[in-house]
């Protein structure tokens, strides 16, 4: 194959003399292809230069002109030698920078005429690549599992191409490839062992050769630790059977076909503690243990009415009468059922136990359960309702009061009114350091009695409430926060301003008024719930969560100490304040603007599927108020601020 070589020069004649020289050639014993002309730009530059191609002819092509020249060849990978006669030429090379050349001991490139044999020549060919074989071992982060992962990759000897003789004489690698070695059962075993796997080995995967490049084997597997089984209460007196498939929204039921309340007779069987079965230990591929945690194992708690076996897992009734789980403590309520409304033939109903209505309440009655819930399967319509426990009403209530929860749902109140009351004296010192800094030569007590009269009359209104709300309940009260009620009467109605010295009092009473929030809110953790259809005109105060399933709700105020769920109709000219949990409502507001609001004073979230304008929400001490219709509305507390979404959308 003729040897071909490109030169490059400003003009074609200079190209072709460069090459000539570097192969030490005359013009006749190469054919020349010009590849490029030289070009230049329009002021005179040179912008390419011209290149050649010389090709070296062959060797019969001028062997009548010379003949007598010196060769070179490649045998067996070795390079061979024949000088030149007299009179002729000595044979030359050409390589690339892949093979390092040394003649005489100075390093040469792409070009050596071989003028002194091959004595003085050095030829040094690329180094051999050794072949890879690598055992590498990955456990799984539960160590449950190893992994052998295995690569080989082979190696490469380089030699020169076998090429016959010529003057001259390109020289050409190839390489020979070096195969790796197979990884035998020996080396994986000991890569495990090496690694600390000792448990689970899959023999029947490792007793084999591995000839593959790569290859991943599940090399081990431990021993999955056995969970425990908690025990459980298991409650025998629970009704299975459903419920008659009646329209609790008709105007006319006959409450007679409603299933019986559930009830038990004394000595029977009300709840076994199913004690937990223990787990069983694993142990991993390093063969180490995995402890599993002992079952857990419920106490079975009793109250009035229930008693426990001798060996502490079997409760029995002490009495007939309604079994009830409440706060965890299982209780036989005595029962009174009335078969019939509860109005003013029947007159207000106080009863230590469980009070169900079969039909409605009405004509303002009072009905009080002292120690357990309240069951009413009509309506209650301008009646008043309280209960230790848990008030269901399956139907609507209307110009009503509702309290479940006792002392914890008066607690409740309380802590939502110091909260909101909080806030306003909050906002109230703010407005005082503004007006202050440009009245100094006014008292603190005439500028905080201006303040309350043109901005802050909510203050003595609320003040006034409280008083008139808790009138008869406050008894129920420390003396200490008595105390402070009666302050806050002397200082904050009528004159009362004037007397303030200073504003670090009204931050003083804010630190006492947060105390008392904070230990109304702790002493309301025995929660009651409330369950109703539809409402009108309602205040419902709960210790626990307020669940809506009608309609709407209008014209209402709600307290709920763990949450308020409506999951369907509307929320409009109402008001709902949660201490901890979340309000779910599916749409609030109107249209027309309607008012309606919702609080958190400690933690939770808000969720709105509908929002209109003028409904506004409340997180602790800071609100928003929608201006826009908002789907999708989520309101939380976030780095010490509320943040209001709609959908993605950052609002706030």
Request: negative net charge; glycine residues 8%; hydrophobic residues 40%.
């Amino acid at each position: 194959m003729a040897k071909e070589v490109i030169f490059q020069a400003e003009t074609v004649e200079k190209a072709i003399e460069i090459g000539l020289k570097q192969l030490r050639l005359e013009r006749s014993q190469v054919d020349i292809e010009v590849i490029s002309e030289p070009r230049k730009s329009i002021f005179g530059f040179p912008t390419r230069s011209a290149a050649v191609k010389l090709i070296v002819k062959d060797d019969d092509q001028h062997k009548s002109e010379i003949n007598n020249d010196g060769t070179v060849w490649v045998e067996h990978g070795e390079l061979k030698y024949s000088p030149p006669d007299d009179g002729g030429r000595y044979p030359i090379i050409i390589f690339d920078s892949s093979i390092s050349v040394t003649y005489n001991g100075v390093e040469l490139h792409q070009r050596l005429e071989l003028n002194q044999g091959l004595k003085p020549l050095k030829l040094t060919l690329p180094p051999e690549e050794t072949p890879v074989k690598e055992v590498a071992v990955f456990i799984s982060p539960d160590k449950l599992k190893a992994y052998l992962h295995i690569t080989r990759s082979d190696g490469f000897r380089y030699y020169l191409e076998d090429q016959p003789p010529s003057r001259l004489l390109e020289l050409k690698l190839r390489k020979e490839p070096i195969p790796a070695p197979p990884v035998t059962t020996e080396e994986m075993v000991a890569a495990l062992r090496n690694a600390g796997v000792v448990y689970g080995l899959k023999t029947e995967k490792l007793s084999r050769t591995v000839y593959s490049e790569q290859e991943e084997i599940l090399a081990a597997i431990g021993k999955v630790p056995v969970p425990p089984q908690d025990g459980y209460i298991k409650y025998e007196f629970k009704d299975e059977e459903s419920e008659p498939d009646l329209d609790l929204d008709a105007d006319r039921i006959d409450y007679y076909e409603l299933k019986p309340v559930p009830s038990v007779n004394s000595q029977d069987v009300l709840a076994h503690r199913v004690l937990g079965v223990p787990g069983e230990e694993g142990i991993n591929v390093l063969g180490e243990p995995i402890p599993v945690a002992e079952p857990k194992n419920p106490q079975l708690l009793v109250g009035e009415g229930v008693r426990l076996s001798d060996d502490q897992l079997t409760a029995l009734a002490e009495r007939a009468g309604l079994p009830v789980v409440h706060n965890g403590i299982l209780k036989v309520l005595k029962v009174f059922e009335l078969n019939s409304d509860a109005n003013l033939e029947t007159g207000n109903i106080r009863f230590n136990g469980e009070i169900v209505v079969r039909g409605s309440v009405t004509d303002q009655v009072r009905i009080e359960a002292v120690s357990g819930g309240v069951q009413v399967f009509g309506m209650v319509d301008q009646a008043y309702i309280e209960a230790e426990g848990n008030v269901v009403i399956r139907k609507n209530a209307i110009a009503a009061e509702i309290k479940a929860g006792g002392v914890s749902a008066v607690f409740t109140r309380a802590a939502s009114y110091l909260h909101k009351l909080s806030v306003q004296f909050g906002q109230l010192i703010q407005a005082y350091f503004i007006v202050g800094s440009r009245m100094v030569s006014i008292d603190a007590g005439t500028i905080i009695k201006n303040l309350i009269e043109i901005k802050f009359n909510a203050i003595p209104k609320m003040i006034r409430e409280f008083d008139a709300d808790f009138g008869t309940e406050l008894d129920l009260f420390s003396p200490d926060f008595r105390t402070l009620l009666l302050e806050l009467k002397h200082y904050f109605l009528d004159r009362g301003p004037l007397r303030i010295g200073d504003i670090t009092f009204v931050q003083q009473l804010i630190d006492r008024i947060n105390f008392w929030q904070s230990e109304f809110q702790k002493s309301s953790d025995e929660t009651a719930d409330v369950q109703v259809g539809y409402l009108q005109n309602t205040t419902i105060e709960a210790s626990g969560i307020v669940r809506v399933q009608g309609k709407g709700v209008y014209y209402s105020n709600i307290i709920a100490g763990r949450g308020y769920y409506q999951p369907q109709g509307v929320f409009r000219n109402s008001h709902v304040t949660v201490r901890t949990g979340n309000i779910e409502v599916k749409e609030m507001g109107s249209r027309s603007g309607s008012a309606a609001s919702a609080s958190i004073t400690t933690e939770g979230k808000i969720l709105i599927g509908a929002v209109h304008p003028n409904v506004t929400v409340a997180y602790r001490n800071q609100k928003y108020q929608f201006l826009q219709p908002a789907t999708n509305v989520k309101v939380l507390w976030h780095e010490d601020g509320i943040v209001v979404y709609s959908g993605k959308q950052k609002l706030t």
